[in-house]
């Protein structure tokens, strides 16, 4: 049943709703991500329930609601590796904040031990749907400011209410007074929310230099995630301090691909063999690192790939920073690029460069092994969920289509966005997130936002 896109929706809702429903996106510029299938021009796209049943040319549509996907680019939803979503309300507060400390003194010391359960809902409802919006399908929630189990029900909540595709990892708050639940409320999450879209893993930091050694990964914490079959998200992995733990977890044989270090700025060789030598993943953090200077504020992506580590990319805090993945590709494209010539500059060396490619499957297809969704999510291969996007080609901005994914890296932006499916579900049709009422969420998050400042202040003056 064919009809133009602008009356299809209502088909393609119903559709979607069924497990059984099938939905053909016909004649798209199809991005896989995945190296056996490459992109196609001309192509289609089926989806069954909420996966990929085919990619091909010329596929027979059968029952199936046909989408004219003609301009447009399918592409796998981003997939953003390290987020901190309650602190959304909170976005660009402190736009030009240039050390660590002063983020963790204005914020975790500061805004942190003002939000209610509500007010984490809030931060993470608008982090998701600012995610979806501009593309991501899956984001993991470094959702560090767990004061009670309400705090953290309250996060999941928001994930599920807004049907992305949610990694809850759950930490401790650094500072202030807290139910001290965690991490053994990590078992009840677990077991009272984990469904198709939503997975769990513990999150915690890689020294006890900010908050303490009951933060710090160890024994003691590998122990608690093996035993919940999950697994584990390590922040603020910094220079030679976070060097030396690294060696110690890979003496006690704690590292490992469901252990994911975040952001790996100033690391010596020797932590870098032991990353590479245990399969540990990497999330790198682009804008963060380079514009708030963690460490050396240089992505650690050139020591990611000797030691053989295709890393994820994520946003980190949008207290400062963008909130988008595009943002991230290019930054480290650009940041990437300029280090590998100006190394070679004045010398007879090849300057060795990623290039779109490699940004693109850090965003999508490496993203999903970080976070330990490889198999469900990460490219459009036959058998993965629907987690896609169609990315108008025709746009002021994007036309004329000469590359594919030169297009998605370096020309699209959230604008671009037309449509986005999370297993299989439509989330954003013809540009605009669906079942969203704009005017509410903005009553409520600046609602929230005033609290979470007023509280802090009078918390300060005491």
């Known amino acids: 049943m064919t009809a133009p896109r602008e009356h299809t929706l209502h088909l393609l809702r119903r559709a979607t709703d069924d497990p059984r429903g099938r939905v053909l996106f016909r004649n798209a510029t199809v991005v896989t991500a995945d190296p056996a299938l490459g992109t196609l021009t001309e192509a289609d796209l089926l989806v069954e329930g ?35 979503a309650w602190e959304a309300q909170l976005r660009r507060i402190m736009p030009d904040v240039d050390d660590l400390g002063s983020y963790v003194t204005e914020t975790l010391m500061g805004y942190a031990p003002a939000y209610r359960p509500e007010d984490i809902h809030t931060g993470t409802k608008l982090a998701a749907l600012t995610a979806l919006d501009s593309g991501i399908t899956t984001m993991l929630d470094f959702s560090h400011n767990s004061r009670t189990a309400a705090h953290s029900d309250a996060a999941v909540q928001a994930l ?33 929310h984990t469904d198709d879209l939503l997975t769990f893993r513990l999150a915690c930091l890689a020294t006890d230099e900010v908050a303490g050694p009951d933060l710090a990964f160890g024994p003691r914490l ?26 110690e977890w890979a003496r006690q044989d704690l590292l490992g691909p469901h252990v994911t270090l975040i952001h790996a700025t100033g690391l010596t060789a020797e932590a870098w063999r032991a990353i590479g030598d245990t399969g540990t993943t990497i999330a790198l953090a682009p804008t963060s690192d380079a514009q708030i200077g963690l ?14 580590v295709r890393p994820g990319l994520s946003i980190d805090v ?57 198999r469900t999510t990460g490219s459009l291969a036959p058998g993965k969920q629907a987690d896609l996007l169609l990315i108008t080609a025709e746009a002021i901005n994007t036309m004329p289509l000469n ?35 704009l005017a509410a969420l903005r009553d409520e998050v600046t609602a929230s936002r005033d609290h979470v400042l007023a509280a802090a202040r009078v918390a300060s003056a005491h």
């Open 403 to 437: 590359d594919p994914i030169g297009t998605i890296v370096l020309g699209a932006d959230a604008r671009n966005v037309d449509t986005v499916l999370v297993g299989g579900r439509v989330r954003k049709w013809a540009g605009e997130l669906l079942d969203v009422d």
């Open 295 to 308: 460490e050396t504020a240089v992505p650690a992506v050139d020591e990611a790939l000797a030691a053989s």
């Open 160 to 192: 599920r209410d807004t049907g992305i595709r949610g990694v809850h990892a759950a930490m401790a708050p650094h500072f202030g007074t807290w139910d001290q639940q965690w991490p053994a409320d990590l078992a009840r999450l677990c077991a009272q």
């Open 50 to 84: 909420s996966t990929i049943a085919a990619v091909g040319r010329a596929l027979p549509a059968g029952d199936a609601v046909v989408v004219d996907a003609t301009g447009l680019i399918a592409a796998p939803g981003f997939v953003d590796t390290h987020r901190h």
């Open 222 to 247: 590998a122990r608690q995630a093996q035993e919940l079959g999950i697994g584990v998200s390590v922040d603020a992995v910094f220079g030679r301090s976070s060097s030396r733990a690294i060696l």
């Open 318 to 374: 949008e207290v400062a920073l963008s909130s988008d993945m595009f943002t991230q590709m290019r930054a480290l494209l650009a940041i990437q690029r300029m280090r590998a010539v100006e190394g070679a500059y004045g010398t007879d060396r090849t300057p060795s460069r990623i290039g779109v490619a490699d940004v693109l499957d850090f965003a999508t297809l490496q993203g999903a092994r970080t976070n330990g969704l490889e």
